[in-house]
């Protein structure tokens, strides 16, 4: 099982109004996530933390079955994905909204990316942001 951070921008997506009628999420599949890979999701500025844990519940979905979010998009044109396009569904474990999980705090357990991609993560970073999960 691998441990992620994946991004939400405010600026594209409102996720707290979808989180907020919906258990799920998907993401276009980027990476090689697993099912039951765990999925921490970072609200970009002007929030700048990690709001969710989430679960990897299913992989390659195909385009003609991935669910339709465009009323919670925040784009000017809708996305326009290939047709071979996969999505994951990630599902909410739980939310939080413990400021310790700011990226000036995130810097000092480890995280060194720039937070605008989805990446791995281990060690005493992960240990720090899954302790406010319990």
């Known amino acids: 099982m691998e441990h992620w951070i994946f991004i939400s921008s405010t600026k594209e997506f409102r996720m707290n109004d979808w989180l907020a009628e919906n258990d799920f999420v998907e993401y276009t599949q980027a990476n090689h996530l697993s099912v039951n890979d765990i999925v921490y999701i970072y ?16 992989t390659d979905i195909p385009l003609k079955d991935s669910v339709d979010d465009s009323a919670y998009s925040l784009r000017k044109e809708p996305n326009r994905f290939p047709p071979n396009t996969r999505f994951i569904r990630l599902r909410l ?42």
Request: aromatic content about 8%.
């Open 93 to 134: 474990i739980k939310k939080t909204d413990a400021p310790q999980l700011h990226l000036s705090m995130l810097r000092k357990y480890g995280e060194n990316t720039s937070m605008q991609g989805h990446h791995r993560i281990k060690g005493d970073l992960l240990k720090y942001i899954d302790s406010f999960f319990k």
């Open 43 to 58: 609200t970009t500025a002007p929030i700048q933390r990690i709001e969710y844990k989430m679960v990897v519940e299913k």
